[in-house]
């Protein structure tokens, strides 16, 4: 088959590889019903993260089981599955504490910017539907397995409460599903921080009542202004930069709580300062299994509608310029269709 492979910096190709077979007795090949570009996928291709040799791209997945191993048993051919992109047994004491990003298990997923994929440890990764879901809920659906998963943990571990107020600093597909977490979780007030009208738009049809534009210092002061100097008690942090986790640290309130979700870059804390800050912090890889069942749900009862975070949709074939048009903010995220 042919599939996304990224050989250096600004350099990808959809080339020949090898077809995905059953390495392991509890793994499973999908034949992918859609797959996308990840906003973590320019780390590399922007070259400010390396890789050994060519690398497989594509972690964010949903499609029909067309094979299973004989260890499998939850999981069979024919099913509807969506899956997360970290791989869990989901049964190690971290999987049942509901932090399946940490399993004893764990590996991340790759490799599926392709028609086919091998999924390790199916019947702890993979979530199956009861029917065969209609052909438009598909990027619903594979919104769920990363983005959508990532930016509801960065809701819940801000602890995001009915009535509350959230900042979510970051306007690209995670942070706008942070703003959708933040609705759908019954925060009254959500604050987005975006410099750009079309991501603005879609952040206010996710549920934003507040716009700001300012950055730094001016956008830390633009928070406190429309709190009443007091600070949310909830911020998603969803970029990952030194400029943004600063951003988030000052828009929080004492006693508030910071939601980290954005992969970090060069981000550094000054330990006399978080100490008198008072401000609580969880992040990390998003334990995306623990919301898929529900996540899921909510789509295929039309609740919600995470797939309209994809403005570009292209052939897999023309994946390279999905990655052009991402890295030059031209898309917000690129749904890749493989069929």
Request: glycine residues 12%.
């Amino acid at each position: 088959m042919y599939a996304t492979v990224l050989h250096g910096p600004g350099d990808v190709r959809y080339e020949q590889v090898e077809d995905p077979k059953i390495l392991k007795p509890t793994d499973a090949i999908i034949q992918l019903s859609a797959t996308c570009i990840c906003g973590s996928d320019l780390w590399p291709y922007r070259g400010l993260s390396g890789t050994d040799g060519p690398a497989h791209m594509g972690h964010e997945y949903c499609g029909t089981v067309v094979e299973v191993g004989s260890e499998v048993r939850n999981i069979r051919p024919g099913q509807f599955v969506v899956g997360s992109f970290v791989l869990s047994d989901n049964t190690c004491p971290h999987c049942d504490f509901g932090f399946q990003s940490s399993c004893v298990q764990r590996e991340f997923m790759s490799g599926v910017q392709a028609p086919y994929a091998r999924v390790p440890l199916a019947d702890g990764t993979l979530v199956a539907t009861l029917e065969m879901p209609d052909a438009n809920m598909i990027p619903h659906m594979l919104a769920v397995s990363d983005v959508l998963g990532t930016g509801w943990y960065g809701a819940v571990a801000a602890n995001v409460r009915e009535g509350g107020t959230v900042v979510v600093v970051g306007d690209g597909a995670v942070g706008l599903m942070g703003v959708m977490a933040a609705s759908q979780l019954g925060a009254v007030r959500i604050i987005a921080m975006s410099r750009h009208e079309s991501r603005q738009k879609l952040a206010r049809e996710f549920g934003a009542t507040d716009i700001v534009a300012e950055r730094g210092e001016e956008g830390i002061a633009r928070i406190m202004e429309l709190t009443n100097g007091v600070g949310a008690e909830s911020v998603v942090e969803a970029v990952g930069m030194e400029e943004s986790m600063k951003q988030a640290i000052g828009a929080c309130r004492p006693g508030g709580s910071i939601g980290y979700v954005g992969v970090p870059h060069g981000v550094s804390f000054d330990g006399q300062e978080m100490f008198f800050a008072q401000k609580r912090m969880l992040g990390g890889p998003a334990p995306v299994r623990r919301f898929l069942p529900d996540l899921m749900d909510r789509v295929l009862a039309g609740r919600i509608e995470p797939g309209k975070v994809f403005d570009l949709v292209l052939p897999i074939d023309q994946v390279a310029e999905g990655y052009k048009a991402m890295d030059e903010r031209r898309a917000i995220k690129t749904m890749l269709k493989v069929a």
